[in-house]
């Protein structure tokens, strides 16, 4: 009896001890590798490029299903803070008909925006009226096909020379129209 009583105490202690660990009034162990998936995205403030003197424009390859072509400004390239990739996005229809515009994609969201369309006779950006993140859904096959290209699935590249190396091996490796 005399070593009983020390011996439940012990392991009266221990047992509140532990309770006190695996409760949720103690904070746990943070994974540094864990994503926080709670976190709702927000976009960072943005501001317009000036418009360029000229354009390095580079072919993408689009499904069949996108008719017109589609090029990006590969010195437009910018990775925001907010992880927000944004270029400038060229589609040249089967008609001839030639539209630029500034786009933003956010690759861990699926969303993409237009920021500005060009006015290529006065040089400048004319700021879109449809400010809104759209999600790349089933058959919006360009949005699609260029959040597949200029992400790594729902990963952002870390810095344009890895998104320009990226877009120049889809460019080598998958595109027909460029050879």
């Given at each position: 009896m005399k070593y009983l009583t020390p011996a439940l105490a012990m392991l009266l202690a221990a047992n509140l001890a532990c309770a006190g660990y695996f409760g949720s009034e103690q904070p746990r162990p943070v994974n540094p590798y864990a994503q926080d998936t709670d976190v709702k995205w927000q976009e960072g403030k943005v501001e317009l490029v000036?418009?360029?003197a000229s354009f390095d424009w580079r072919e993408l390859t689009?499904?069949?299903e996108v008719k017109q072509?589609?090029?990006i400004d590969a010195g437009s390239l910018q990775i925001g803070e907010d992880g927000a990739v944004r270029i400038t996005m060229r589609q040249l229809s089967s008609k001839g008909a030639d539209n630029i515009s500034?786009?933003?994609?956010?690759?861990?969201e699926r969303t993409q925006r237009s920021y500005a369309f060009a006015d290529t006779a006065g040089k400048r950006?004319?700021?879109s009226t449809r400010g809104s993140w759209q999600k790349a859904l089933g058959t919006d096959y360009l949005r699609r096909?260029?959040?597949d290209q200029l992400c790594d699935g729902s990963v952002t590249p870390r810095n344009n020379a890895e998104l320009?190396?990226?877009l120049n091996k889809t460019d080598d490796t998958l595109n027909p129209r460029s050879k």
């Open positions: 000036d418009y360029p689009m499904p069949p072509r589609v090029f500034r786009e933003g994609f956010v690759c861990k950006w004319i700021e096909a260029m959040l320009l190396n990226h």
